[in-house]
């Protein structure tokens, strides 16, 4: 049985490849509740594959993972009972473009958790007061900007009560000056306790917020730390050509 | 490393340090809008020219006799559109709901993940798809008795409902192919966010996936529609009242006069083309609206 001082998701020695190449090389990490944890390294290096393999979207050949105890990749397991604790957010927003946000957020609660719709409403109207967009209930997708839809679409995760958050390069495709608001919500919610788990670019966002970071290539870690130790004083030299170019 | 190199000569890089831009793959071809495209490049000018050209003809061909023939084509038109072209339009109505309701559920076995129930869908398409519409007229015309037992009550098939069933097997088999181009035409991402959210794949499929793509597939839905209605003749050869053995039986009626063939078959060239012209500048119209849009 899993209890919240052991590790909410643990992965141990995870390998995956796409035909003959390898992706990851043997991943392990434990991340604990409440924790945030960036994933940061350059293109390629499998943070994207790491992080969709923990709600079972990727596969994997070798290795464990476990979320609340329970092994992610075993065959018996309805994903679907997953993947209402895990909620996930992508870097192209993937909102559902012919409903409004509104019904974006209730959609997964009435349809999935067959939750009453007048509670889900309320929950929903709630969530968006939280990422700041009132009075946008009723706009479609492509009426947003990219940096709207983004929250949405945490707004839409959140709405299913998740316990882990995973983000994908969610602030890569969207404008200078919209990044910022998409990052204050997520440090709110980091702030309120949600285990965060992020593949990011934002330098500055991890250094801030980041519980740990880990740094990625070619499908290993290389380095894991706490930010300041990562940032200022980085051991491995691959870590340092990374930090030095993006930095 | 090595072997990294020795595939990097062969001219194919299999791993990259570097943001790899994936082959763009254009969205699955959607069928062509084949006949509603050609029907609807018709002018209007060609088509009065047309109607000009055919009494002038029939005029070299003696002023009397056609003068006559018109008039006996007047007395009969009355009773051929409705008893006729009507009962045609109501088998390409019938067929064509039948027809889309099997399509829907053929569509979704070329979608399945179960591979055996894919394999049967695909074959069947492929079947029914290259099969000739008239063999199939006949199959089951032959294959289906003239009267069903359903729960002790006699239930009459008359010829006419064959035609109904046989017509819709290759449309049905048309649609399914529409159905799959339409469902595939939807990004993957959004079967992603739906599985992150929990969404069964039947859930994601009838409220996520479908309902875009639903405006997708109404244009070559409606030129398959333009089609059957162009095909519904072939059931006067199984025997059943349409229109074109209707003409037939009205010329015969009339002595089989030689004169009478221009007018009777023109009759009803122009009757099928005032319902299949303005179905197919509707179908090119609604094709360019939603091309560009999800």
């Known amino acids: 049985m899993w209890s919240p001082n052991q590790p909410i998701v643990a992965m141990k020695n995870v390998m995956k490849s796409y035909g003959d190449f390898d992706v990851l090389k043997g991943i392990s990490m434990d991340i604990m509740k409440g924790e945030v944890v960036c994933i940061i390294g350059p293109s390629g290096s499998g943070k994207s594959t790491l992080i969709r393999c923990i709600n079972g979207l990727n596969d994997i050949q070798k290795g464990s993972i476990t979320v609340e105890g329970q092994e992610v990749h075993d065959p018996k397991l309805d994903k679907r009972l997953l993947r209402r604790k895990v909620g996930m957010v992508f870097q192209q927003y993937n909102l559902f473009p012919h409903k409004t946000a509104l019904q974006n957020i209730i959609m997964a609660p009435v349809k999935v958790l067959k939750e009453p719709r007048a509670d889900v409403e309320a929950r929903a109207r709630a969530l968006l007061k939280k990422v700041r967009l009132e009075g946008k209930e009723n706009s479609y997708p492509g009426e947003l900007s990219g940096g709207q839809q983004q929250r949405v679409a945490i707004a839409r995760s959140l709405a299913m009560r998740p316990d882990i958050m995973l983000f994908d390069e969610v602030t890569a495709a969207l404008d200078p000056e919209t990044v910022k608001e998409v990052l204050v919500t997520i440090k709110e919610l980091a702030a309120d306790g949600m285990t965060c788990i992020l593949v990011t670019h934002e330098m500055g966002f991890a250094k801030e917020v980041a519980d740990k970071v880990y740094f990625t290539d070619r499908g290993l870690i290389v380095e894991e730390g706490h930010p300041s130790e990562i940032f200022s004083n980085p051991k491995d030299p691959r870590t340092k050509a990374f930090l030095s170019q993006v930095l | ?294």
């Not at chain 2, 059957?228 to 059931?235: D, F, G, N, R, S």
């Open chain 2, 1 to 294: 490393m090595a072997s990294d190199i020795d595939k990097r000569g062969q001219g194919y890089p299999r791993r990259s340090d570097m943001a790899v831009l994936l082959p763009l793959r254009p969205a699955p071809q959607m069928d062509s809008l084949s006949l509603t495209t050609w029907l609807a490049k018709i002018r209007w000018w060609q088509v009065m020219l047309l109607m000009l050209v055919w009494p002038l003809h029939a005029f070299a061909q003696g002023a009397v006799t056609v003068d006559s023939a018109v008039a006996v084509l007047y007395k009969w038109a009355p009773f051929l559109l409705l008893h006729g072209f009507l009962f045609n339009v109501l088998i390409s109505i019938l067929s064509m709901a039948l027809g889309t309701g099997l399509g829907v559920l053929l569509g979704l076995t070329l979608i399945s993940k179960w591979s055996p129930l894919r394999f049967l869908g695909n074959t069947g398409t492929a079947f029914f798809r290259n099969a000739p519409w008239l063999v199939l007229l006949f199959v089951v015309l032959l294959a289906f008795p003239f009267e069903l037992t359903i729960f002790g009550t006699r239930v009459p098939l008359p010829g006419w409902i064959k035609a109904v069933i046989g017509l819709s097997l290759p449309v049905a088999a048309n649609i399914a192919i529409i159905v799959r181009g339409a469902i595939q035409s939807v990004p993957s991402a959004q079967w992603e966010a739906a599985e992150s959210l929990s969404f069964s794949r039947m859930q994601t499929l009838w409220q996520i996936i479908i309902p875009q793509c639903i405006k997708r597939m109404i244009p070559p839905w409606m030129n398959w529609y333009a089609i059957l209605t162009m095909a519904t003749p072939l059931c006067s050869i199984l025997g059943t009242e349409e229109m074109v053995t209707l003409t037939r039986q009205a010329m015969e009626a009339e002595g089989n006069k030689p004169e009478l063939l221009m007018p009777f078959y023109g009759f009803i060239l122009v009757l099928f083309f005032l319902y299949c012209y303005p179905i197919a500048k509707l179908t090119v119209r609604l094709e360019r609206k939603f091309a560009f849009k999800l």
